[in-house]
């Protein structure tokens, strides 16, 4: 996509007017205008500002420099990188401080980064080639094979999990697929829907959180989130820390 195809599009879908971006920017409507329609080419600083008033995603502004012909600021580093060593060991930190409450860490396509020891009730049953790093929580949620089976309010859960697939439409259009047409049901917190998942210890009702890395200026840290969950009611944080014990017992790793 052209540079002013590129920014027109972005400003269009956040619902800006050209002259919010453009007092935001520092800069003239007309001189925004003008960019839009080529017949203005920013500089380098500007298509950085343009993309931080926007508020892109770092990935998003990246796109935007090279549409304007720069080249990216952002870096997009390897996970294994020395120079994320820090994110790493923050990571397994938050990770075992979550316990005995399962957490999991994902990219931007939702393959599975890090979980905690607790995960495992989670995917208990599930097929082993559904579990494990570099595999995608999104399809194990799903698949016929991974927890669907054992989610009490499907149709309320799947809706959780397709609605911000849309950067992912092949993934998507597959997990759609593995949807029954089923009909929601009442069964909420009242505030939230809960994750009614059957397991060994009892049927669970987990909230889910979402956390990312706010400041973060490599792009593959900015894309990392940190999914927690959390007992939505008495008995289910008893299950969670019973399940917690039992592995202890069992020697189980990080338990």
Do not use: C, K
């Not at 259009?173 to 929601?184: I, M, N």
């Not at 669970?204 to 999914?227: G, P």
Request: net charge positive.
């Amino acid at each position: 996509m052209d540079f002013p195809s590129a920014l027109r599009e972005r400003r269009t879908r956040r619902r800006i007017s050209q002259l919010e971006l453009a007092l935001r920017t520092g800069t003239t409507q007309r001189h925004l205008s003008f960019m839009e329609s080529g017949r203005s080419a920013p500089g380098r600083a500007m298509v950085v500002r343009l993309a931080e008033s926007l508020g892109l995603p770092l990935r998003e502004r990246n796109e935007l420099l090279l549409a304007a012909g720069y080249a990216p600021v952002y870096p997009e580093s390897s996970l294994d990188a020395p120079a994320l060593a820090p994110v790493r060991t923050a990571i397994d930190h938050i990770l075992r401080g979550h316990l005995p409450y399962p957490a999991v860490v994902v990219d931007r396509g939702g393959d599975l980064v890090a979980a905690n020891a607790a995960f495992d009730l989670i995917t208990e049953g599930a097929s082993p080639d559904l579990v494990g790093p570099g595999r995608n929580v999104y399809r194990l949620a799903l698949h016929p094979a991974g927890l669907a089976p054992r989610i009490r309010n499907l149709a309320e859960w799947a809706r959780h999990i397709l609605a911000p697939l849309g950067h992912l439409p092949e993934l998507r259009a597959e997990l759609v697929g593995h949807v029954p047409d089923l009909q929601p049901s009442d069964a909420q917190l009242g505030f939230a829907v809960p994750l009614r998942l059957a397991s060994s210890y009892g049927e669970l009702h987990l909230m889910t959180t979402v956390t990312t890395f706010a400041t973060a200026v490599d792009v593959t840290l900015a894309e990392l989130r940190l999914e927690a969950f959390l007992p939505a009611d008495p008995a289910t944080a008893e299950a969670l820390s019973a399940a917690a014990r039992g592995a202890r017992r069992r020697g189980v790793p990080g338990r």
